[in-house]
C-alpha cells in the first residue's frame, strides 16, 4: 500500500472515517454486491485488518434496491428511508469472525432506531 500514494490516501481516509466511530460500532457498505463471493469476504477481512478489528463492518451481497414512494399530495417521488435496506449482508465482527446473509432494516422514521440489525436464524 505504501508504494502507491494513491492507495495509501484511500486507506488513510477510511481508516479516519472508522475512527469516527466508538469500538464495536456499525459500518455498513450499501454498495451493490462488495460483499458477494470470496472478493466480498477477502475485502471484509482486509477491511478488518484496516479498522484494526475495533468495529462490525457490514457488505451487501447482492444488488441493493432502495425503495421509492409517490407522495399521493404532490405527486412527488423520493426515497423510501423507512426499510430502504433489507438485502443480504456479510457481517464481519471485530474478532474477523463472518456472518454470512445478515439482514439489516435502515429506518429514517423520527424516533425510531436508525439501525435494525436483524437477528441471525
Not at 458477494?36 to 482486509?46: K, L, P, T
Not at 479498522?51 to 434496491?65: D, E
Not at 426499510?83 to 454470512?100: A, V
Request: aromatic share 10%.
Amino acid at each position: 500500500m505504501e508504494d502507491n500514494p494513491q492507495i495509501a490516501k484511500k486507506a488513510a481516509l477510511f481508516q479516519a472515517l472508522a475512527n469516527k466511530l466508538t469500538d464495536g460500532g456499525n459500518l455498513i457498505f450499501g454498495a451493490c454486491s462488495v460483499g458477494a463471493g470470496q472478493a466480498g469476504i477477502d475485502f471484509g477481512s482486509n477491511m478488518n485488518k484496516l479498522v484494526g478489528g475495533r468495529i462490525n463492518l457490514f457488505f451487501a451481497k447482492q444488488t441493493v434496491q432502495p425503495r421509492y414512494y409517490a407522495d399521493p399530495s404532490s405527486g412527488q417521488r423520493g426515497p423510501w428511508f423507512s426499510r430502504m435496506f433489507t438485502e443480504k449482508f456479510l457481517h464481519i465482527l471485530p474478532n474477523g469472525s463472518q456472518i454470512q446473509d445478515r439482514t439489516i432494516t435502515l429506518n429514517a422514521v423520527v424516533g425510531s432506531p436508525p439501525v435494525t440489525l436483524n437477528k441471525v436464524k
